[in-house]
């Protein structure tokens, strides 16, 4: 069925390129009509902070929405009658904002303590009507921008909060910058123009249309920020990797003396299969993140197989078709001196590395497994956390905006807890609130404690805990876990209060560790169902068992490097991460399951190579060479192309967007060099022909599923008459 596919496309190649142009162009007019906004809820379902947050948004609305601050800097002093007549007026005028409820000025007797000691600073509090997840990236622009436009040199004004954060334009992307490179590690693998610029075609096609699309499952989950870029970085890479499988197929079956259709055919009959269950693979593992119960993680899983599932189509129909308007002329355009190398496996250099490994299986296998080891080492370290605005880039307004208030009154006051209080009414839960909110200023860690304000019924109190330590500091989440296990306990034992501790940094510390709790089951899911995957396609037990293995060790490394670039040093100045910095759970979660899918796309086509040389020689050490041998330039390429690409979102400015690139590069680095070049060959000459060992049982019970496909050596049925030596005809 996908040989006939592929032969369809090529021979009706005008109808399919045609097709992609009007199915990329409607993509297009859909998102334009129907796409929604970027959402993300955070809110860990049972956790306390969830309790607290739905506390304010069923009994105190009014105070169920994010603040925003709004900050004034002068070197003059913010009392100064001028900076003080037009501080006044920016305040004024954003109370009359939409989605504003309240605004508690620093000149006012509510907002007593809201001037820095040195008087140079003062902030307002503005209360809004809902969460940040509840708005769209216009409307935050639309409340914080006017307020930006309000400063000059004589008065600093910016804005923090989780809203602000959501209207600031995302950095220039470094996607272009990948691309550029992509294209000459392309033109050097293949050494032609024509064949460089077709495996960049189809996986632009393919990830435009899925990021357009991704604009319309946006109405039906909730899609976080960072989920379109990092879906960008993973569908540019396999996208390219998918077709660069295919291309190289298709030449090498016209460097056989294959007619164009028929090295089309043979390509998808051998790569495409490969192509196909590589993708499926990638998008099982995405999947299995619905098993985290996340609902920000969710969206993000469906973006990313979105993405990987159009860039695989795209490279079963599009390029057959592209494949069709190229035939021999894939190789015009060549550059002199990078033209494709003559010769059998036997004469490359990867033949000749692989039977070097192969007589010296035992230190290869255990210097590489040394190598992961030591890569993985610093994993043992890591911190899990969510990086505050002292992390976002210098262009945004929150990243000053926290700078401001770190320096004219604290590094806690841009992310204050919030304390929800109920039990009780009127008075009798005013004067128990205020005997809590006296045991709390007593806690240390605790910087400032706010009087209680009650909702109109009486029932409801809330009270803002500010701490003296950063939101993204360690000494924070101890601080919220002591007042959650022992002060708030203590003090409400007697008064019949009922108190939950809530806010951005709590939400954070929930997300982190409801996430771990379930990180077991999402890690078995996958492990479990790549097993029998794999198990099922090469009919091996020790194969898809040391696949398992290895990725996990690869992953292990990557996260170790990725420990290294967090953790300041000279590594994370490199990288644009000079300070120590926690590493939100979300990212090890998402950088696992691609990676996973991502090393299994080389899994397949070292070992389907491997097996195809095994079915025909029954020899395991010749197949191994020789498979190895015939797989290894495409694997260097596409893991080149891949880290290129994850890299060049290292030169962005957003740290998700740092750590993803870091994460993933270096997890596409160590997997296609130590784990397939060395451990995979390495481990193969130990094992010998008991690589294929399938017990009897199983093997019956096993469907029959050739991945590394048929190569076709059939010719193409011609109409009588036609000359053997004739092209096949350009439209059926």
């Known amino acids: 069925m996908l040989v006939r596919l592929a032969d369809l496309c090529y021979r009706r190649r005008r109808v399919v390129v045609a097709a992609w142009i009007i199915a990329l162009l409607g993509a297009f007019a859909l998102a334009s009509t129907f796409g929604a906004d970027l959402k993300q809820d955070y809110l860990q379902p049972g956790s306390e902070s969830k309790t607290a947050a739905d506390t304010l948004a069923t009994s105190f609305p009014q105070r169920s929405g994010d603040n925003i601050q709004v900050v004034v800097h002068s070197p003059a002093g913010v009392s100064s009658p001028a900076v003080k007549a037009r501080a006044e007026q920016v305040f004024a005028d954003v109370a009359d904002e939409a989605h504003v409820v309240g605004v508690v000025s620093p000149f006012s007797p509510e907002g007593a303590g809201q001037v820095s000691a040195d008087g140079t600073t003062a902030y307002a509090v503005v209360t809004l009507d809902r969460s940040h997840s509840d708005f769209s990236a216009q409307q935050a622009k639309d409340l914080v921008l006017p307020l930006l436009a309000a400063g000059d040199e004589t008065m600093q004004v910016e804005v923090g ?16 910058i990948g691309l550029l490179a992509a294209a000459v590690i392309l033109l050097l693998v293949f050494g032609s123009a024509v064949a460089m610029g077709l495996p960049l075609i189809t996986a632009l096609f393919g990830l435009g249309t899925a990021l357009l699309l991704g604009e319309l499952l946006m109405r039906v989950v909730d899609v976080p920020d960072w989920a379109p870029p990092t879906a960008a970085m993973v569908g ?8 660069l499988l295919i291309v190289t197929r298709f030449r090498s079956g016209l460097a056989e003396g294959q007619e164009p259709r028929h090295a089309n055919r043979n390509a998808i009959a051998t790569a495409g299969r490969s192509v196909v269950f590589a993708g499926t693979v990638v998008i099982v593992s995405m999947l299995g993140i619905l098993l985290v119960g996340q609902q920000s993680l969710n969206g993000f899983a469906f973006t990313v197989s979105l993405a990987v599932l159009m860039t695989m189509t795209a490279s079963l129909t599009l390029l057959p078709a592209l494949l069709g308007f190229a035939g021999r002329n894939i190789e015009r355009l060549h550059v002199p001196r990078l033209r494709r190398a003559s010769g059998s496996p036997g004469d490359s250099r990867w033949y000749r590395w692989s039977r070097w490994v192969q007589r010296r ?14 890569l993985a080492a610093p994993f043992l370290g890591i911190r ?23 320096d004219g009154f604290g590094p806690g006051f841009s992310a204050p807890l919030v304390v929800t209080v109920q039990g009780g009414s009127g008075a009798e839960l005013v004067t128990a609130a205020d005997d809590l909110g006296r045991r709390l200023a007593e806690v240390d860690g605790v910087a400032e404690v706010s009087p209680v304000l009650v909702n109109e019924t009486g029932d409801t109190g809330v009270i803002t805990v500010v701490a003296t330590t950063s939101p993204q500091d360690q000494d924070t989440e101890q601080l919220i876990d002591t007042l959650r296990d022992t002060t708030i306990p203590a003090a409400t034992a007697d008064t019949g209060l009922t108190a939950h501790v809530g806010g951005a940094s709590a939400v954070d510390l929930d997300i982190t560790r409801g996430v771990a709790d379930r990180l077991p089951v999402f890690f078995l899911g996958v492990l479990l169902v790549s097993f029998l995957l794999l198990m099922l396609v090469f009919r091996s037990v020790l194969v898809p068992l040391k696949a398992v293995i290895m990725n996990l060790l690869a992953s292990a490394a990557a996260f170790g490097v990725l420990t290294l670039a967090v953790d300041g040093g000279p590594i994370g100045t490199l990288v644009g991460i000079p300070e120590q910095t926690p590493v939100p759970i979300l990212i090890p979660v998402g950088i696992f399951a691609i990676l996973f899918g991502l090393s299994m796309d080389y899994e397949v086509f070292l070992i389907s190579r491997i097996k195809e040389e095994y079915d025909k020689t029954r020899d395991n050490a010749t197949a191994v060479a020789d498979g190895l041998a015939k797989s290894a330039k495409v694997i260097t390429a596409g893991a080149a192309v891949m880290v290129t690409v994850f890299l060049s979102f290292v030169l962005g ?33 130990l094992l010998g022909d008991r690589n294929w060992w399938l017990p009897a049982w199983l093997d019956r019970l096993l469907p029959e599923l050739h991945v590394e496909g048929q190569d076709l050596s059939t010719p193409i049925s011609r109409p009588a008459g036609e000359a053997p030596g004739a092209p096949a005809p350009a439209e059926a």
């Open 384 to 406: 899990f956390g969510f990086p505050d605005a002292q992390n976002d880039p210098p262009s945004y307004t929150t990243h000053r905006a926290y700078e401001l208030l770190a």
């Open 361 to 374: 299986p035992l230190i290869a296998a255990t210097g590489s497994l040394v190598a992961l080891l030591a």
């Open 161 to 176: 909060g989780d809203v602000a954060k959501l209207s600031q334009s995302a950095p220039v992307g470094s996607e272009g």
């Open 653 to 685: 400015q957003d740290v998700f967007g740092k750590m993803f690139g870091i994460g993933l590069a270096a997890a596409v680095l160590i997997d296609a060099t130590v784990v397939r070049m060395v451990l995979v060959p390495a481990t193969m000459e």
């Open 236 to 243: 540019l890479g396999v996208g390219i990797d998918y077709a």
